[in-house]
């Protein structure tokens, strides 16, 4: 049944008189905030009102108050909205909207970008991350004056009463919004299971991921407009996408159409299900069955939610449609019979989920319907609508189906092929170990090595204190101090002068000649550390300065010493400071503020250069306090330079400390950002209950202060076991806030656990929380944090810092340990 566009026009006429008669019963949200960002008055778009972002229903977060202005209109003609994109808002540094969420669940948020350049700004080239402080949404994101990228929506589940969207500006970038959308959606908009495409198992926990919507079309009609949706969405035409149109005709229905059980206007507008793309039947011969098929472009290496929704308005009876259905050349259903999954009823809309995972490699997804060998019926198909969506943060994997012999070859191709690979690996690491066992035996002298790849010599004369590094290839690692100079200012290494001892070795306070108070950290030649986290550490602190983190003076390899210089931190280290010594308590908001820097630093570690830096060694004790309590990561020998762009992890031997340890990492030995999260995690509970993260004297479950914590976190009487010092005057709201952001870095999986953005920004809210005047209610209490985005540093921020104590432990270290999270930390609870 060919369709004409006035018939078409009939059919929406048709179906827009019930649809107002009935607007009454539509779906109304809990939350929806629609904002015209930079606007200084309301938008309207068809029937919903975009208002001005100075309201009062939620909060901006801005050190700066900027707006922009397009200066050429004309420009967005083409985009749908287009009112929408002529202003914007432009932040400069980190800056958030705060939303209270009225009812937890799912969510819509909608973003709308139009990059424009005028006198005073190049949008052009802005390039930003946007978050929300559970989740990642768009990293070093640079729109495009196109449809692709001027509109992003994304599906979220929001656990919290409010919703804290960040924006964080690239490097010397800023960072912009045209318009958003927070809007509730209803939570069985997702189903929780869906079939995997080419093994037919079943793929779970769908309902918790967060979703990009990439496509969504009305196949056969025209577009849909938001307000001709119950939840505002654009249905776009599929022709665009038809690799061969000649294949496809247009078919469309007038009469009523029902929904099946599960399945809702919510779920898509009936417009969708009264108009598909049927196969034209007149293409099949008895040689040749084609398949209509659309192509589309995704991004490579994610799994895709791939939801078809089909309705029946093609057939006079029942049971006279079959076909089948493709994604990516996999037979998603061999046949679909619409008669006997709308329970015998045409008409009937329903949809049918499938997830697929597209290789690295490969920027191509296909959908086909084509005709079914099945009761040699009429070569036909449909396809009424279809929506594509990305898992941006799945932790799922893909399991083969172990029933089915059909995959029997598969799987013993792959046991063979993973055979062939351990055989090659085996034959490499002995290989690698044999180099290896030479290196360090030619190492054993620890033979300084020299900043210009010559023998290293001490440029300093008597009468100064330390010489800069001569000029070469490494010529800005910093400053190299004689010997004679370092055995003065620390008394010959005077033993009275010890402040700390770690595995590097000790750690002397000392004093220069011009009266500038240092630690100094000798080497020990006995110690597992060695040249390669000397190296590290100079390499790395005479490249990056931010106040939060330990800065380097210089250092010294003169007589096979390895030697470095910090500036004197008066307070010491974080953990002397919660116990095992005499110093005065800290109260709860001194905590926060700690916990807050210590954040910051790590923050800019991940993403204040071209690749994260991992710091792999996160703990209480290597975070130290100046005399005004600022706190500053310390101690980088076992960082290491995160993965390639293309990479999710470094595979590498474990290192750390017991107790702090990333479990995942332990396990797989796969290094990721989110390691040095789950150890910060640890640090939090250890600020919070302030006793030792693995204490074997203790009965066995309180031994990992990580298990006991979260036992007592997942009843929700966390309040039970914190520190007795403070426990009187941490507002409750504050301690929830800080509990959940706890629990999410001690999360098991890494996909699973926030950022250190999304934990900085958690600890700035608890922390407003605890400073909030009136504790009455989470909402006003939101409402008065108006400086949040302030406390977020700049990542350029330079400072001075110093460190005090290190220690390893590798693969050897754990080669005897149980894997039991509790019992895996015993062997040395010191740590490295």
Known sequence: MASSQLELGFLFFFFLIPNLRNSANAFTPADNYLIDCGSLSSTTIGARVFVADDGRAWTLNTPTDIVANISSPSSVASLASSSLYLNARVFTAPSSYTFPIKQQGRHFIRLYFFPFDNQQWKLTAAQFSVSTQDSMLLENFRPRADSATAFKEFSTNIGHDSLILSFLPGTNSTAFVSALEVVSVPDNLILNTAQIVNTKAAYQGLSAQQLETVYRLNMGGPLIFPD??????????????????????????????????????????????????ELVNENVTVNARFNVTWMFKVESGFNFLVRMHFCDIVSQALNNLYFSSYINTWAAASVVDLSSLSSNALHTALFLDYVVQVPPGSNNLSVSIGPSNFNNGPADGILNGLEIMKISNSSSGFVVDSGSKSHIGVILGAVFGVLAVLIVAVVVFCLFRRRKKAKKQHSKAWIPFSINGGTSQSLASRGSNLTTATSGQNGNLGYRFSFIVLQEATNSFDENWVIGVGGFGKVYKGALRDETKVAVKRGNPKSQQGLNEFRT??????????????????????????????????????????????????????????????????????????????????????????????AKVADFGLSKTGPELDQTHVSTAVKGSFGYLDPEYFRRQQLTEKSDVYSFGVVLLEVLCARPVIDPTLPREMVNLAEWGMKWQKRGELDQIIDARIAGSIKPDSLRKFAETVEKCLADFGVERPTMGDVLWN?????????????????????????????????????????????????????????????SQLIKSEGR
């Open 537 to 630: 550490e100079i390499e790395l602190l005479s490249r990056l300065r931010h106040r939060h983190l330990v800065s380097l003076i210089g250092y010294c390899d003169e007589r096979n010493e390895m030697i470095l210089v910090y500036e004197y931190m008066e307070e010491g280290t974080l953990k002397s400071h919660l116990y095992g010594s005499d110093l005065p308590n800290l109260n709860w908001v001194q905590r926060l503020e700690i916990c807050i820097g210590s954040a910051r630093g790590l923050h800019y570690l991940h993403t204040g250069s071209a690749k994260a830096i991992i710091h792999r060694d996160v703990k209480s004790a290597n975070i130290l306090l100046d005399e005004n309590l600022m």
């Open 228 to 277: 001709n949706d119950t939840l505002a969405r654009t249905w776009a035409q599929d022709g665009a996408f038809l690799v061969v149109s000649s294949l496809a005709q247009n078919v469309s229905y007038t009469g009523p159409i029902n929904y099946a059980a599960g399945n809702s206007p919510e779920i898509a507008p009936q417009f969708v299900y009264a108009t598909a793309t």
């Open 763 to 823: 600890l700035e809210y608890a922390l407003q929380l605890q400073e909030a005047e009136s504790p009455d209610s989470e909402v006003n209490s939101i409402n008065r944090i108006t400086e949040l985005a302030s406390r977020v540093q700049n990542m350029n921020n330079l400072a001075t810092i110093p460190d005090a104590g290190a220690a390893t432990a590798s693969l050897n270290d754990l080669s005897d340990v149980s894997m039991s999270r509790v019992f």
